[in-house]
């Protein structure tokens, strides 16, 4: 059989090869995600989506139908190739408001292609390969003449009609899951975007009246006791408010020993003189840092689906540096990045900041990550606190560490430990372990400054991690082996959000472990505690952890809807509550008894409601 025959045979039957092609895309873009790529729910939940699509095309293009099938292909595998890489960093499936962050993604173009597995690449050979068989001239003849064998228009919009209804069948009793990997999973991946997109436009949420979101409803959801005189009011009041905020910094690298060398020793030197709450939480969305900031700052939830410094900076945010100023301090913020990234410019705005030093004041010498090295950020900032601390007035910092960002590709002549053999050079956990070994190498040069400037005896300083280092869906097999041979135990959820909180407060912290769950928008109103800042005028969704034992921290975008975090469990929805999983906090065990109650659950979407309404309805800044 002559090439050009071959040609013509493939083009007559596009159809068929087409929904094989992207079958095979849909297996592997499944098994990524849900571990079931091969499977009959593979084959009934995506193969109908793209037949009523081919269908369309057979029905009403009467030239160029291979064209528009190539079209349809590459789109349909751009976001097979999206899911993919989302799912490996974020562990939800991509929808309409994440890929218009597309931008965002490219400026952090190296922490994303780190994410990608070669074999991720396949899915676009065909494209290769069938655009330069049509484009070679000597082919060009063959698919002009080649006469497609005539289908009936009744039987391409038969196929189309039953197609639809399948899509509709593996959408209709999925609709009401909160768990949005359970839905992709149930309805099919191409069925759950356009699921997504219709919902998005019709959703239509009703609104709590902002008259009706009060500081005792609020409270009362997450079952905060009211303290008529509550402890350490003011003890602090007039020190100045260092509150660090460290990359990617997780609490299980307290104490960690690897080959008896240890990776964060001047944090462990900390802890023997501060309070260490071990059991706190992040609690940031797509905006992943900034939303740290801004979470830590406004004691509200993150939005669903999207950074906080897209939709909600326009707004006159109730905040820590507003609150501040009004009982006498001066607010500043530091960051190596430039402050147009993630839309700061707006963000230090809306939260009130004083003034801001990004990547302007600090240059681009020693560049780590996006910016000047955390040497930089720390001997060029303390200078300043310095002349803040001279003043006339306390102050407010907040300083933002970066060197230890996603993927933790930091220059070889900042490497300052040997690890074991089994720690390969390409490995992520490899890599993360040596940024953070050099981040604390920088975090000591400041804590030493600021003690040497008396800074640290006049002031309650703050730190905590901003997000998870390693996120438990980017890890291969060998890579989780080394992480359960570190830990003890399986790296799961709990340890993953888990991050260090440490507390200093001059005459009220003693050096000292705590057990109780909190979460970042918990600082707040802790600070607020101690310098003696009343919040009665001022909604917040936090607790102060000096005065509270209960907590209820509801989750979003890194796990499902509908996830939240109380004393004991990390509890995930399934389909609905009641086929849900607890993990245990202290060891992230998964257990079916004595895990978060139906009415946590309820009242941790409450909350989340509570929070959005509230925002939507605050005036423009």
Known sequence: MTRVSLITRFLNRRFYYFVIILLIKSIVARDVVFGNGFSWLTIMTEIPFFVAVFCLIEFFAGKRKMLYYMIVNLLFTALYFAILMYYKYYGIIVNTDALSQANKMAEVGESTYSLMDPYYLLIFVDIIVISVVLILPRFRKARQEAQLRPVRSKAWMAVFALSVVVCLVNVWPNRASMNENKQAE??????YEVYNIIDKMMEKEPITPIDQITQAKIDELKGITVQASPKYFGAAKGKNVIILQMESYQDFLIG????????TPNMNKLVQEATHYKNFYTMVGQG????????????LYVPKHKAATDVNVDKALPSLPKLMKENGYYTATFHTNAVEFWNRTELYSALGWDKYYDQAFYGDEDHVAFGASDEVLYSKTLPELVKLDQADKPFYAQVISMSAHHPYNIPTSKYRIELPAEFKDDSLVTRYLKAQNYADYALGQFIDGLK????????????????????LYSLDDNEKALMKEMLGTDYGHTEMFNIPLIMHVPGVTQPSEVDKVGGQI???????????????????FGEDLLNQSSELIPMRHFLPSGSVIDNENLFVPGIEYKDGTNHKVVDGTETTEGG????????????LHLSDSYVQQLPHK
């Open 288 to 299: 992943t840092t900034s939303d740290a900031e801004y979470v830590v700052n406004t004691s």
């Open 186 to 191: 149930e309805m099919g991946l191409l069925d």
């Open 596 to 607: 978060v109650t139906e009415d946590e659950y309820n009242r941790a979407l409450e909350l």
């Open 452 to 471: 040497s400037s008396g800074l640290w005896d006049d002031s309650i300083v703050l730190m905590y991690g901003d997000h998870q280092g390693l996120p």
């Open 256 to 263: 960690l020993k690897v080959g008896g060398v240890e990776i």
């Open 522 to 540: 918990d600082i707040l109103p802790t600070v607020a505690n101690l310098v003696g800042a009343s919040l009665s005028n001022q909604i917040h």
